[in-house]
């Protein structure tokens, strides 16, 4: 609620731009929200973060429904490397279901922080092992995709993702972002709103396999 006088007599422009931030505004919380699933994955602050079990999304033993377990926290936590990414290659390659069997998931997305974003993108681009300083055999990447974003708040976490619609978690969208404006007929003060509606949906993390990076 801005008074009638301040945009009246405003010199410099300030309020030209209020539209326009408060899309940004609506734009941030998504990401605040979206990314919060990652952010949250290896320690849940809440259920809303949790597996369908009550479990972290990542995890070195997940409880299944026929009293087995599965995997999808890298073992040792290790920092983003070929060997660390060969590792969680694995274990997506051997995901099970509740009854044991082999959901013949693949590699499909590096996910990680905008600090570690030149090393994804040096293990996906590079034509021989970065690792070694003579040719090497190469387990290639370029069938995959990199993806890192400001907020992702831990440095040194990195995701690795198979096909989206094997992911059964998200950001569940309602109404897309709004903008009303009005006047109080008493003080002409300009009244503006921004109004959008999200959610959060986690049940299976399957499809996902993570690591904290020594952190």
């Given at each position: 609620s801005i008074d009638y006088?301040?945009?009246?007599?405003?010199?410099?422009?300030?309020f030209k731009g209020l539209p326009e931030e408060l899309a940004r505004s609506s734009t941030d919380r998504y990401n605040v929200v979206g990314h919060a699933l990652l952010n949250n994955s290896f320690s849940a602050p809440s259920a809303s973060y949790q597996i369908y079990s009550g479990e972290n999304m990542i995890s070195t033993s997940h409880t299944r429904l026929d009293g087995g377990t599965w995997q999808n926290q890298v073992t040792g936590?290790?920092?983003?490397?070929?060997?660390?990414?060969?590792?969680?290659?694995?274990?997506?390659?051997?995901?099970?279901?509740?009854r044991g069997s082999f959901r013949k998931m693949s590699p499909r997305l590096l996910i990680t922080s905008v600090e570690q974003e030149w090393i994804a993108n040096e293990l996906v681009m590079s034509r021989a092992r970065p690792d070694q300083s003579n040719p090497a055999v190469y387990n290639s990447m370029t069938s995959m995709n990199t993806y890192s974003?400001?907020?992702l708040t831990t440095a040194q976490y990195w995701w690795l993702e198979s096909d989206k619609k094997q992911v059964n978690l998200g950001l569940r969208l309602g109404r897309k972002p709004t903008m009303e404006r009005d006047s109080d007929i008493r003080t002409r003060a300009l009244t503006m709103t921004a109004y959008c509606s999200f959610s959060v949906r986690v049940f299976d993390s399957r499809g996902l396999v993570g690591s904290t990076g020594g952190a």
């Open positions: 006088e301040a945009i009246e007599f405003d010199i410099y422009g300030i936590n290790p920092g983003l490397s070929y060997l660390a990414y060969q590792q969680a290659r694995i274990l997506l390659l051997k995901m099970v279901n509740e974003s400001p907020f």
